[in-house]
């Protein structure tokens, strides 16, 4: 049996802990667990909320306790219906995995320092960082920001000591071990080492994040040429 915890996450939702680390595998029992909700839930499921190690799974109290539980909480029932539904996942399977490629024009405005800081120069930063396919762990912070990861070791940097105020749609970035694509402008503190032309939240969509927790996210280097032709912004 896997290790994990189960918690009240507030009235209407319960929390699902796993190992308390950063982990591919770990994060694959969430994504699996999720996975298992989209197929078998019950009356009353509103939706789960993946992250590294944890799946919070929101529920309609008065469904769940009209429909099931008139003589307990919904939480227990709730809880009760998690353990079995954990019971009947094989998690030595790894669960489906979207693979998707985004093409980033490398020219970020922290590309160099990143480099600096290395001892690197600015290819090599742009060869590690396309070198290997990221799993996305989590989606959050922003509308569709997806939190990837594990960037190698010889680009991990750790965030600006004082964030931008404004950062563009589709900056691509490093935090620490993480890389990332914020969707919509806004404030950040990433290092911020290229951008992507292609829409990373789109609400004109019927899905509008382009990535989801487990995708498999593979970045390829591009011109500016190439950046300005295929630009959704």
């Known amino acids: 049996m896997i290790p994990y ?3 009240p996450l507030n009235e209407t939702a319960l929390l699902v802990s796993f190992e308390n680390s950063i982990d591919e595998i770990i994060n694959e029992k969430v994504i699996a667990l999720q996975q298992a909700f989209a197929k078998s839930n019950f009356k009353g499921f509103i939706e789960t909320v993946p992250a590294y190690a944890s799946l919070a799974i929101y529920y309609d ?3 769940v306790k009209k ?7 919904a939480f227990e029932f709730v809880k009760n219906y998690t353990h079995q539904l954990i019971s009947e996942i094989n998690f030595t399977t790894a669960p489906q995995s979207n693979p998707v490629t985004i093409p980033v024009y490398y020219s970020g405005e922290d590309l160099e320092n990143v480099a600096l800081l290395h001892n690197i120069s600015a290819e090599e930063v742009i060869s590690m960082h ?3 396919p990221y799993r996305v762990f989590m989606i959050g912070f922003l509308p569709g920001f997806a939190y990837m990861g594990k960037v190698d070791d010889s680009i991990a940097t750790p965030r600006l000591a004082t964030p931008r105020t404004n950062v563009k749609a589709g900056s691509v970035g490093i935090a620490g071990f993480q890389t990332g694509i914020y969707p919509l402008q ?3 503190g990433w290092q911020i080492i290229g951008q992507t032309p292609i829409k990373i939240f789109d609400a004109a969509k019927d899905n509008p994040c382009l990535l989801q927790a487990g995708d498999t996210v593979q970045f390829i ?9 295929l630009n959704e912004y």
């Open 5 to 7: 915890t189960i918690s």
């Open 186 to 188: 806004s404030p950040g």
């Open 221 to 229: 280097s591009i011109s500016k040429d190439e950046f300005e032709k």
């Open 61 to 63: 109290v008065a469904t």
């Open 67 to 73: 429909n099931y539980t008139p003589a307990s909480t």
């Open 130 to 132: 396309t070198s290997k």
